[in-house]
């Protein structure tokens, strides 16, 4: 027995598990390819992941890992040449990939707001702060355009922007950086949606002010009830804001769990190397860590694990694709290793077709 | 238990963890490419810019070629032949009313027509690499003073200045045309060239090599032109267009070319007699004008987007 | 602050037009120049033996062109700007001796109605259309109207002319072939609408393809833009995000457009009004040029570049106003 539990891999739920009443957001399988002159870019490749009511999840990963166009995805903000080709997204229980743009647009900006991450080229110059605010109150919660700008002017003094009447009859561009941010978080917010999708929102901007908005995102969190779907590459964001975390890499999932769990005891050698290359306050290293190499080019991927090429931990048997593994209770990750992060028990010179054959049977995706 | 999970290879024998491989493999091997061979792809890719290529070389071809095929053809009056003549391979557009092949013609006119705007873009880019690199390169009081010259010239009706030069200082004249296009047209070649060197003033390849202690001349006509040339030929080719249709113009005018003289423009302007007539004799060279239009800007587009390495393709 | 007041719009007009004066000078000595330091003078056609030596030396000395070149600039120059009150400010023509401004005011007129028209004729053409192409960007129409606008941006405008009289006029009969006016109905409306059917077209067809192809291109790089990605992410429908947010901002550079296009109303599209001998600016410039009737040329050369110099403060002063980023 004692064998097995190093070798033995527990299943993946099934797929059609019921649906947790708590979940607000269940992503499924979603493919969101890009048909560009130069070939196909599977730039978001069967990704899963759940947002509950309420919490916060932070998705993390280098540019290009595709946690930017999984959130356009929920949206459903993709543009040509972009396609979701796969998958479900279900919000609060029905599947917003099956709703007719009428219907969608019902939700966006609604039930579902985003904020981006450049606050200076995300609001529309020619128009006031105040117009651009109410615009959203106008279109999902009627009523007269008096009301709508009173209501603008409300949430900018939510957001914490000082003489907001003054303000909200300014052009974006006579505010700074972080006001226009507050001012798109007024905007997201003005229409009190279950889930904020925020796409790197402190990103642009500097570091003092990037502490005041994650402080005032964690306040409208708790005021308004909200879920975060909070998109970054920075683990520190993380850190502060996430209930849950789901790494990507390369257009996949290769780790998801409680965010105290991977800090703690990260799986994925890949979440190892981001943690390794924050620095922290008060420790003294040579130099920082940083993962070698760089993100693989999406029209010509390595076979097998996408990561290989950058991992210290790299064996042969990473020329065969690892599928997503339950390495712990609400724990998964992508990669060979064990649950413990020892060396997986294998040949030399796995055979190919052995290997293939054992990830065949691993097709089903854990979340 | 095998339902329950997965055995992975045989038990016992292990790599030891932290071994790369496949550091190199065939993703890495993708060649890098040099910037002409960017430059080459991008063009390659883009359709519309080789069929003007491929449309500007054969009209160059043929302006060439035919004159010489065809000797005196062009000019040759005959009093046997005339426009009721049918057409055939010798004439494929037949004879004008002095009995000359217009086919001939057409293509001693359009000879005619792409050397004026060849030689007028010449001094263009000449004029315009001058006063652009030397504003550009000086700046402070002589690029002030250089650049209001620009806005000066920029803001004088460009038609007229064109038809007084040429009205005044002698019509007829190839070289007066060919000066008095390039003496009015190189205000956009300078603006380029000028904004080029301001960029590259501030590059690191020309700190480097001021530091190295080169001289200001050789600084700019080794490091600083090559640069900058990428606008100029853009705006040359782009400016092929426009000299062309502006000696049409002033044949049309009847300051151009005068017969026996072929151009594109006093084809258009003889055509012009015959109206009623020889309907379709104003179409020949009109046709031609706007094939080199339409070449030229094509192939300068193309040009402009394949040299602007800030249009690097992204992934 | 906010946007500027009234009094910040009228120094910053002031404030350019200042700047203007020197470019005024440049043009000034330059069209002189060209005119005065052409071989010859205008006395020359009369040396033709009949008239005696005594005769052309006195008119040299009566229209000065004896003295030194700067004193003739300098006089020409400042007579020049006295036309508002002073009908001999640019002299007499040459050809028919009539004070050259009386000439040139006479001409307006045409030119306004025969320019007008056709910027009337594009705006309302041009900016539907290029809108059109950039929403259905790929799409068949926008490639057939792309080709056309091509073709149409590539003809030359007197080409054009004359195959739009050669078939409209020569062998289908419906417009007139040349002018403003039939000969004995004069300020017939209809008649005069029927001049204008063809040159406007001319311009129109050639003006309409520059303007759609800019106005496809402002509208698409305006939609690649975050805020147009931030509006539909607030749920708004697509024809709003365009109507509203695309629209407004890609507007902000045809106002640029207009004001390099607003210059030739005054000065008159030359070639195009020579083609249909329309009894315009460009027209009277044209062939006082070709009968080297250098008072005229001048005046016209001068008007034209201040016009051009006042399109470009226009379109400067436009652009402030209509895009709140700019601030003057």
């Not at chain 2, 010239?153 to 200082?169: K, N």
């Not at chain 2, 501030?202 to 190295?212: G, I, P």
Request: charged share 15%; aromatic share 8%.
């Amino acid at each position: 027995m004692q064998t097995t539990a190093v070798n033995t891999i527990a299943p993946a739920p099934t797929p059609a598990r019921a649906a947790n009443p708590d979940e607000l957001l269940d992503i499924e399988g979603l493919k969101t390819y890009f048909a560009t002159a130069n070939g196909l870019v599977k730039a978001v490749d069967g990704v899963s992941l759940q947002i509950r009511q309420a919490r916060t999840l932070g998705v993390v990963g280098e540019s290009g890992s595709g946690k930017s166009i999984t959130a356009l995805s929920v949206m459903r903000l993709i543009e040509r040449p972009g396609r979701i080709v796969a998958g479900q997204v279900r919000f609060a229980g029905q599947d917003i990939l099956k709703l007719k743009d009428d219907d969608m647009r019902e939700i966006r900006g609604n039930q579902i707001s985003m904020i981006f991450q450049e606050p200076m080229t995300s609001l529309n110059p020619v128009f006031t702060c105040g117009d651009q605010i109410a615009e959203a109150v106008l279109r999902h919660r009627g009523g007269s355009k008096k009301a709508a700008m009173l209501r603008a002017v409300d949430m900018l003094s939510q957001v914490g922007i000082p003489d907001p009447k003054r303000r909200a009859k300014q052009y974006p561009h006579e505010l700074s950086g972080g006001m226009r941010q507050r001012v798109m978080i007024a905007m997201a917010l003005s229409t009190n949606p279950e889930l904020l999708i925020a796409d790197e929102p402190t990103t642009a901007l500097d570091v003092t002010i990037q502490a005041q908005i994650l402080e005032l995102m964690k306040a409208l969190r708790e005021q308004n009830r909200m879920a975060i779907m909070l998109i970054t590459h920075d683990l520190g964001v993380v850190a502060e804001m996430s209930d849950d975390v789901t790494v990507m890499y390369a257009g996949k999932v290769v780790e998801a769990t409680d965010a105290l769990t991977l800090f703690d005891t990260p799986h994925n050698p890949y979440t190892k190397g981001l943690l390794a290359s924050i620095p922290r306050l008060g420790e003294h290293r040579e130099r920082l860590e940083v993962i070698k190499g760089v993100v693989p080019n999406p029209l010509n991927l390595p076979s097998g694990c996408l990561f290989k090429r950058r991992c210290p931990y790299a064996m042969p048997i990473c020329d065969v694709a690892p599928p997503l593994r339950q390495i712990g209770e609400n724990h998964v990750s992508r990669c060979w290793l064990t649950p413990d992060g020892g060396k997986p028990e294998i040949g030399e010179a796995p055979l190919k077709a052995e290997a293939e054959a054992s990830s065949a049977s691993l097709t089903v995706e854990a979340r | 238990m095998t339902t329950e999970g997965i055995r992975l290879g045989q038990p016992g024998i292990s790599l030891p963890v932290g071994t790369p491989t496949g550091e190199v493999d065939e993703v890495d091997l993708v060649p890098v490419q040099t910037y002409w061979q960017l430059v080459r792809r991008r063009f390659l890719q883009n359709r519309l810019a080789v069929i003007a290529f491929v449309l500007m070389i054969v009209l160059v071809v043929a302006s060439i070629a035919f004159p010489i095929l065809g000797g005196n053809l062009w000019f040759t009056t005959s009093l046997t032949h005339g426009p009721t003549d049918p057409v055939s391979l010798a004439a494929p557009l037949g004879y004008d009313n002095d009995g000359i092949n217009i086919f001939f013609r057409l293509m001693r006119g359009l000879q005619t027509s792409l050397s004026i705007g060849f030689f007028a873009v010449l001094i263009i880019a000449g004029i315009g690499t001058a006063v652009g690199s030397v504003a550009g390169y000086a700046g402070g009081r002589i690029d002030n003073l250089l650049m209001r010259l620009v806005d000066i010239v920029l803001s004088l009706p460009g038609l007229f200045l064109v038809l007084m030069f040429v009205a005044f200082l002698g019509s007829g004249s190839a070289l007066v045309i060919i000066f008095a296009i390039g003496l009015t047209g190189w205000t956009t070649a300078a603006r380029l060239v000028r904004a080029e060197f301001l960029r590259l003033r501030e590059s690191d390849f020309v700190q480097a090599a001021k530091a190295l202690g080169a001289s200001d001349s050789r600084i700019v006509i080794r490091h600083m032109i090559p640069s900058a040339l990428a606008p100029v030929v853009v705006a040359s080719t782009l400016g092929i267009a426009d000299a062309v249709v502006t000696e049409a113009a002033l044949s049309f005018l009847g300051l151009g070319l005068l017969p026996p003289e072929a151009s594109l423009g006093n084809m258009l302007t003889h055509a012009q007699d015959y109206f009623y007539r020889q309907p379709l004799w104003i179409y020949y060279p009109g046709i031609m004008l706007i094939l080199v239009v339409l070449a030229a800007s094509f192939l300068g587009d193309g040009l402009r987007d394949a040299l602007d390495p800030r249009q690097r393709i992204e992934a | 602050m906010g946007k500027g007041t009234g009094r910040q719009l009228a120094s910053y007009t002031i404030r350019r037009l200042i700047q203007a004066i020197p470019i005024v000078i440049g043009i000034s000595v330059i069209s002189f120049a060209i005119v005065y330091l052409t071989p010859g003078n205008f006395v020359d056609k009369f040396r033709t033996g009949r008239v005696s030596e005594a005769t052309i030396q006195n008119l040299i000395h009566v229209y000065g062109l004896d003295q030194p070149l700067p004193v003739q600039f300098w006089k020409w120059f400042t007579n020049f700007w006295t036309f508002p009150v002073n009908n001999l400010a640019w002299g007499f023509s040459f050809t028919d001796g009539q004070p050259v401004r009386d000439l040139i005011f006479a001409r307006i007129p045409a030119t306004l109605l025969l320019m007008g028209t056709s910027l009337l004729v594009t705006i309302v053409l041009a900016i539907p259309i290029g809108i059109m192409q950039a929403v259905k960007q790929y799409s068949w129409a926008d490639k057939i109207i792309t080709t056309l606008e091509t073709i149409g941006y590539a003809m030359p405008t007197f080409w054009l002319g004359l195959i739009l009289k050669q078939l409209f006029s020569v062998q289908l009969k419906l417009f007139p072939l040349y002018g403003m006016q039939t000969l004995g109905k004069h300020g017939d409306i209809p008649d005069i609408l029927a001049h204008l059917v063809l040159p406007v077209t001319t311009l129109a067809v050639i003006q309409v393809a520059g303007w759609s192809r800019y106005m496809r291109a402002s509208m698409l790089e305006v939609m690649r833009q975050d805020f147009i990605r931030t509006a539909r992410s607030k749920g708004l429908a697509s024809s709003q995000v365009i109507r509203k947010h695309a629209l407004r901002n890609a507007l902000i550079p045809i106002v640029t457009l207009l004001g390099l296009t607003i210059p030739s109303l005054l000065s008159g599209a030359a070639i195009t009004e020579t083609v249909f001998s329309w009894p315009g600016l460009g027209y009277l410039g044209v062939t006082s040029v070709i009968e080297r009737d250098y008072p005229v040329v001048l005046a016209v050369v001068m008007i034209g570049g201040v016009m051009v110099i006042l399109g470009n403060l226009l379109a400067d002063i436009a652009y402030a106003v209509v895009d709140p980023r700019i601030h003057y």
